[in-house]
């Protein structure tokens, strides 16, 4: 049934209902008529807009005019509503390339602002690393005295000469008895001296859990240069604070950890130094580089006493005797040497005929007559230094060997290689009693134990140190370099931990 609206007599488009009379009114006529008479229209009672109820209908479609009614007034409508199809649809299409070109600008603007922050970023960096080097070298200069300008009518004193490093030929000149002897003697000596010790932990050295609280104290970034980055080898000066640093740079550095100064910088390798160690009585320093040259300079007159031209291939290790006299090297040329430091003449060079690879690494034992060896095929051997033959073989890693580390004690061995494992080794029973399997991709660069035997530091992807007893437990981890650590030291009775990077930083950690 249609509404009918009381007043129009037409079907409302809006029906309400007065609740005065309960007639059905169009909305619009209704609120008209109230706000003109403020009365009800049927009954003239008084009527607000409140006393308005809305009906709620399904919307009536309104018949069309008479002029829609005719197929020519149809095609007629037909084709405005076309045109105004069209029309809107062109004005959309203008619209939507005026939005892609307002997006491909923005997007232009923020790519070149990228690219100028990019640009400047770069050129900060260069900057703090420029000047990170030039601290330290600034420091250097400020302490060497000005020479004073001599005057214009005073005679030219003769240029004195400079001191000329001696080369010494790859020729071996044999052990002789009294070198044999005084190694038998420092052998003897070492081995008393360390029984004495036991196996206490010494006095004064820190617990594990005081290590677990070493954190990095300092970080020196500016010692090699920002050019060739990378600090691949580090050594410690016993019994001061004085640290030695090979480089990418093809450089060693001293520097003082307490005045954090560079002492001095010595430059001779002509390709980076892999292996540095320095004397525990003297201010001699050993170097080694792929170059195939051994160096031992004099840390006082800042100049390269020898050159050592043992090996044929890359020098890959190098360990100081504990005499203080000589030195080992070995080479990826198969080869081992040992060498008189103070007068740099090679005494021996021995090659081994059972394998076929390169050597990757060596060290003496605590007690110096025997020494371990690393090769490329994975093998770790025992040599027995008086009859230069190997005396035990350690297979089990894989991969070329990385690092091989005496514990001061003079019974275990620490080896590593390509396979994410350190092995230790009972040199008593000649056997391996403990694996300890690291994380996975993570490569040793370097093993230490520290002077008394009870700790282990590796360095690799990070720094972590591991307490020796029969379950090896974790320490302490450092992850602080921002690239692998390519070295680790213990400072003297474990007061502090150092170590280097790829990210050409020398990071000190020490009690909080």
């Known amino acids: 049934m249609a509404l009918i609206c009381s007043i129009s007599n037409e079907v409302p488009e809006e029906p309400v209902i007065s609740l005065t009379s309960k007639h059905v009114f169009e909305k619009r006529l209704l609120e008209k008529y109230i706000a003109e008479n403020g009365t009800d229209p049927i009954n003239g009672e008084p009527l607000s807009d409140e ?27 037909l084709q405005d509503e076309w045109d105004a199809c069209m029309l809107h649809s062109y004005t959309l299409r203008q619209q939507l390339q005026m939005t892609r070109q307002e997006l491909s600008y923005a997007l232009y603007q923020h790519d070149a602002a990228c690219r100028v922050i990019a640009r400047q970023d770069k050129e900060v960096t260069a900057a703090r690393e420029a000047l990170a080097t030039l601290k330290p070298q600034a420091a ?9 300008v001599p005057a214009p009518v005073a005679p030219a004193e003769p240029a004195r000469p400079e001191p000329m490093e001696v080369e010494t030929q790859l020729v071996p000149i044999g052990l002789s008895e009294e070198v044999l002897q005084q190694l038998h003697q420092t052998h003897v000596k070492l081995t008393s001296l360390r029984k004495k010790r036991g196996k206490e932990m010494p006095e004064g050295l820190p617990t594990a859990a005081q290590l677990k609280h070493y954190t990095q104290s ?36 001293v520097f003082d950890k307490e005045a954090e100064k560079i002492i001095c910088t010595l430059k001779g390798h002509t390709k980076k ?98 020494f371990g060896t690393g090769t490329s095929d994975s093998l770790v051997k025992i040599w027995d230094f008086k009859e230069q033959k190997s005396a035990a073989n350690f297979p089990g890693h894989s991969g070329p060997i990385s690092a091989i580390a005496f514990s001061e004690n003079g019974y275990y061995l620490a080896t590593s290689a390509d396979d994410e494992v350190v092995k230790l080794w009972d040199l008593r029973k000649l056997r391996n009693f403990k694996t300890i399997s690291l994380d996975d991709k993570y490569t040793v660069r370097g093993l230490t134990f520290d002077n008394s ?38 400072g003297p009775d474990v007061s502090y931990v150092a170590s280097v990077s790829n990210d050409r930083t020398l990071k000190f950690y020490s009690p909080n």
């Open 218 to 253: 300092s970080s020196h970034p500016g010692l090699h240069s920002a050019s060739l980055p990378g600090i691949l080898c580090l050594d410690l000066l016993p019994g001061s604070k004085r640290t030695v640093t090979g480089g990418a740079d093809r450089n060693i550095v």
């Open 140 to 148: 250097l200069a400020a302490q060497q005295p000005i020479a004073p």
């Open 273 to 370: 130094v892999t292996n540095v160690v320095a004397h525990p009585n003297e201010n001699t320093i050993i170097s080694a580089s792929p170059d195939t040259h051994v160096r031992i300079w004099d840390i006082g007159e800042e100049n390269c006493k020898h050159t050592l031209r043992i090996h044929d291939g890359p020098v890959t290790g190098l360990s100081l005797h504990p005499t203080g006299d000589y030195m080992l090297s070995c080479s990826a040329d198969q080869h081992w040497g040992f060498s008189d430091i103070g007068t740099g003449k090679l005494l021996c060079k021995v090659a081994d005929q059972s394998v076929s690879h390169g050597l990757t690494c060596c060290q003496f034992h605590p007690d110096g007559l025997i």
């Open 51 to 77: 006393q308005i109820v809305p009906i709620n209908t399904t919307p009536v479609q309104r018949p069309r005019p008479p002029t829609a009614t005719s197929i020519p007034a149809i095609l007629k409508i």
């Open 453 to 490: 035997g009870h700790y282990l530091a590796v360095s690799g992807p990070d720094v972590r140190v591991y307490q020796i007893s029969k379950q090896c437990d974790l320490v302490v981890t450092w992850d602080s370099h921002t690239q692998d650590s390519t070295d680790v030291k213990f």
